[in-house]
């Protein structure tokens, strides 16, 4: 550990840059670990090909790279970090251990490494998510999405906001019996689903989160997007939010979502879907036991590896 985290003087501007090494079946668990406890961009590496004759990584090994904020909380996130690659270690013995380093940067450094690990990205069918400073040629049918992440979590490289455009997708192109939508993003991050909605045809978009600096941020991008007539920014707790919705998006944790399950359901009109991510495979039965209740039945379940993805349907045929 560096010998500046020590002193915890003057450190604007200063992050910590956490690389990790690990076996590629833990990837996206230390993906969202390193999310949670506050990393603010994770972004995954693939080892560089070797040279005939050399050594290095072996090709079951992956490459995380993540930022944390150099504050008074960055001892307790390491020692967090340092206590969960143990419990992965004792869970999965036969995979090789991770370890990580850690180095001090400024933050325009830290700006300009996001900035590498963020290009045009098509997401599903239709859409592409797109950084504010690519080029990017529309074809076909493409629903371009322009994000300029900033501090904010979303850029639709993390399979569970992948899943959950997926999903809005399907939804918004193939039901034609609920005309305007009204549609809920809980936890808007950089806005990138609720922007994506509007795109896809919804009326109203309501994307709500309680971090200030992301909801500034959404802000920034609904206006890049050109739909700040249908999309609102609201900077509160979602329990202060009121509907109904003919569509919920919630993009958390599972134990955030498990929290919120009753407020969330209440939301929904007569008819409408929620979709829920963030949900690890370990989680799927506490998920279900408090989401498949009452009026509220499976429309579809998409998985990309231990991530899964909630589609539920209320009412309708």
């Excluded at 020692?79 to 036969?94: N, T, V």
């Excluded at 939804?171 to 609720?194: A, E, F, P, S």
């Excluded at 600096?213 to 249908?230: F, G, P, S, Y």
Aim: charged share 25%.
């Amino acid at each position: 550990m560096p010998e500046s985290m020590e002193k915890l003087g003057d450190n604007k501007g200063k992050w910590l840059k956490i690389e990790l090494t690990s076996s590629f079946e833990l990837v996206d668990a230390l993906s969202n670990f390193l999310t949670e406890i506050g990393a603010q961009g994770v972004f995954q590496e693939e080892p560089e090909a070797l040279a005939p004759g050399d050594f290095g990584v072996s090709e079951d090994r992956e490459t995380l790279k993540a930022y944390l904020p150099f504050d008074v909380r960055l001892e307790s996130r390491i020692d967090s970090l340092k206590i969960y690659i143990d419990s992965l270690s004792q869970l999965f013995p036969e995979l090789k251990e991770t370890g990580f380093t850690t180095e001090t940067i400024i933050g325009q450094d830290w700006g300009e490494e996001w900035k590498k690990y963020f290009k045009p990205l098509r997401v599903s069918k239709n859409i592409v998510i797109k950084p504010t400073w690519e080029r990017y040629t529309p074809a076909g049918r493409d629903i371009v999405v322009e994000i300029d992440p900033g501090m904010a979590f979303g850029t639709g490289q993390h399979p569970s906001t992948r899943m959950c455009l997926e999903a809005i997708e399907d939804i918004l192109l193939k039901d034609r019996t609920i005309r305007g939508w009204r549609v809920l993003d809980v936890g808007t991050g950089t806005g990138i689903l609720g922007i994506s909605c509007a795109k896809l045809g919804a009326e109203r978009v309501a994307c709500v989160d309680i971090d200030k600096k992301a909801a500034e941020i959404a802000r920034e991008n609904v206006l890049i997007n050109h739909v700040d007539d249908r999309v609102e920014i609201i900077n509160r707790d979602v329990n202060t939010i009121r509907g109904p919705f003919d569509l919920i998006v919630a993009n958390l944790t599972a134990k955030i979502l498990i929290k919120l399950h009753s407020h969330l359901m209440s939301l929904i009109g007569n008819v409408g879907y929620l979709v829920i991510s963030g949900i690890i495979d370990q989680n799927r039965n506490d998920i279900e036991s408090h989401f498949l209740a009452g009026e509220f039945t499976t429309h579809h379940v998409i998985t990309e590896k231990e991530w899964v993805c909630y589609v539920l349907r209320k009412g309708g045929s």
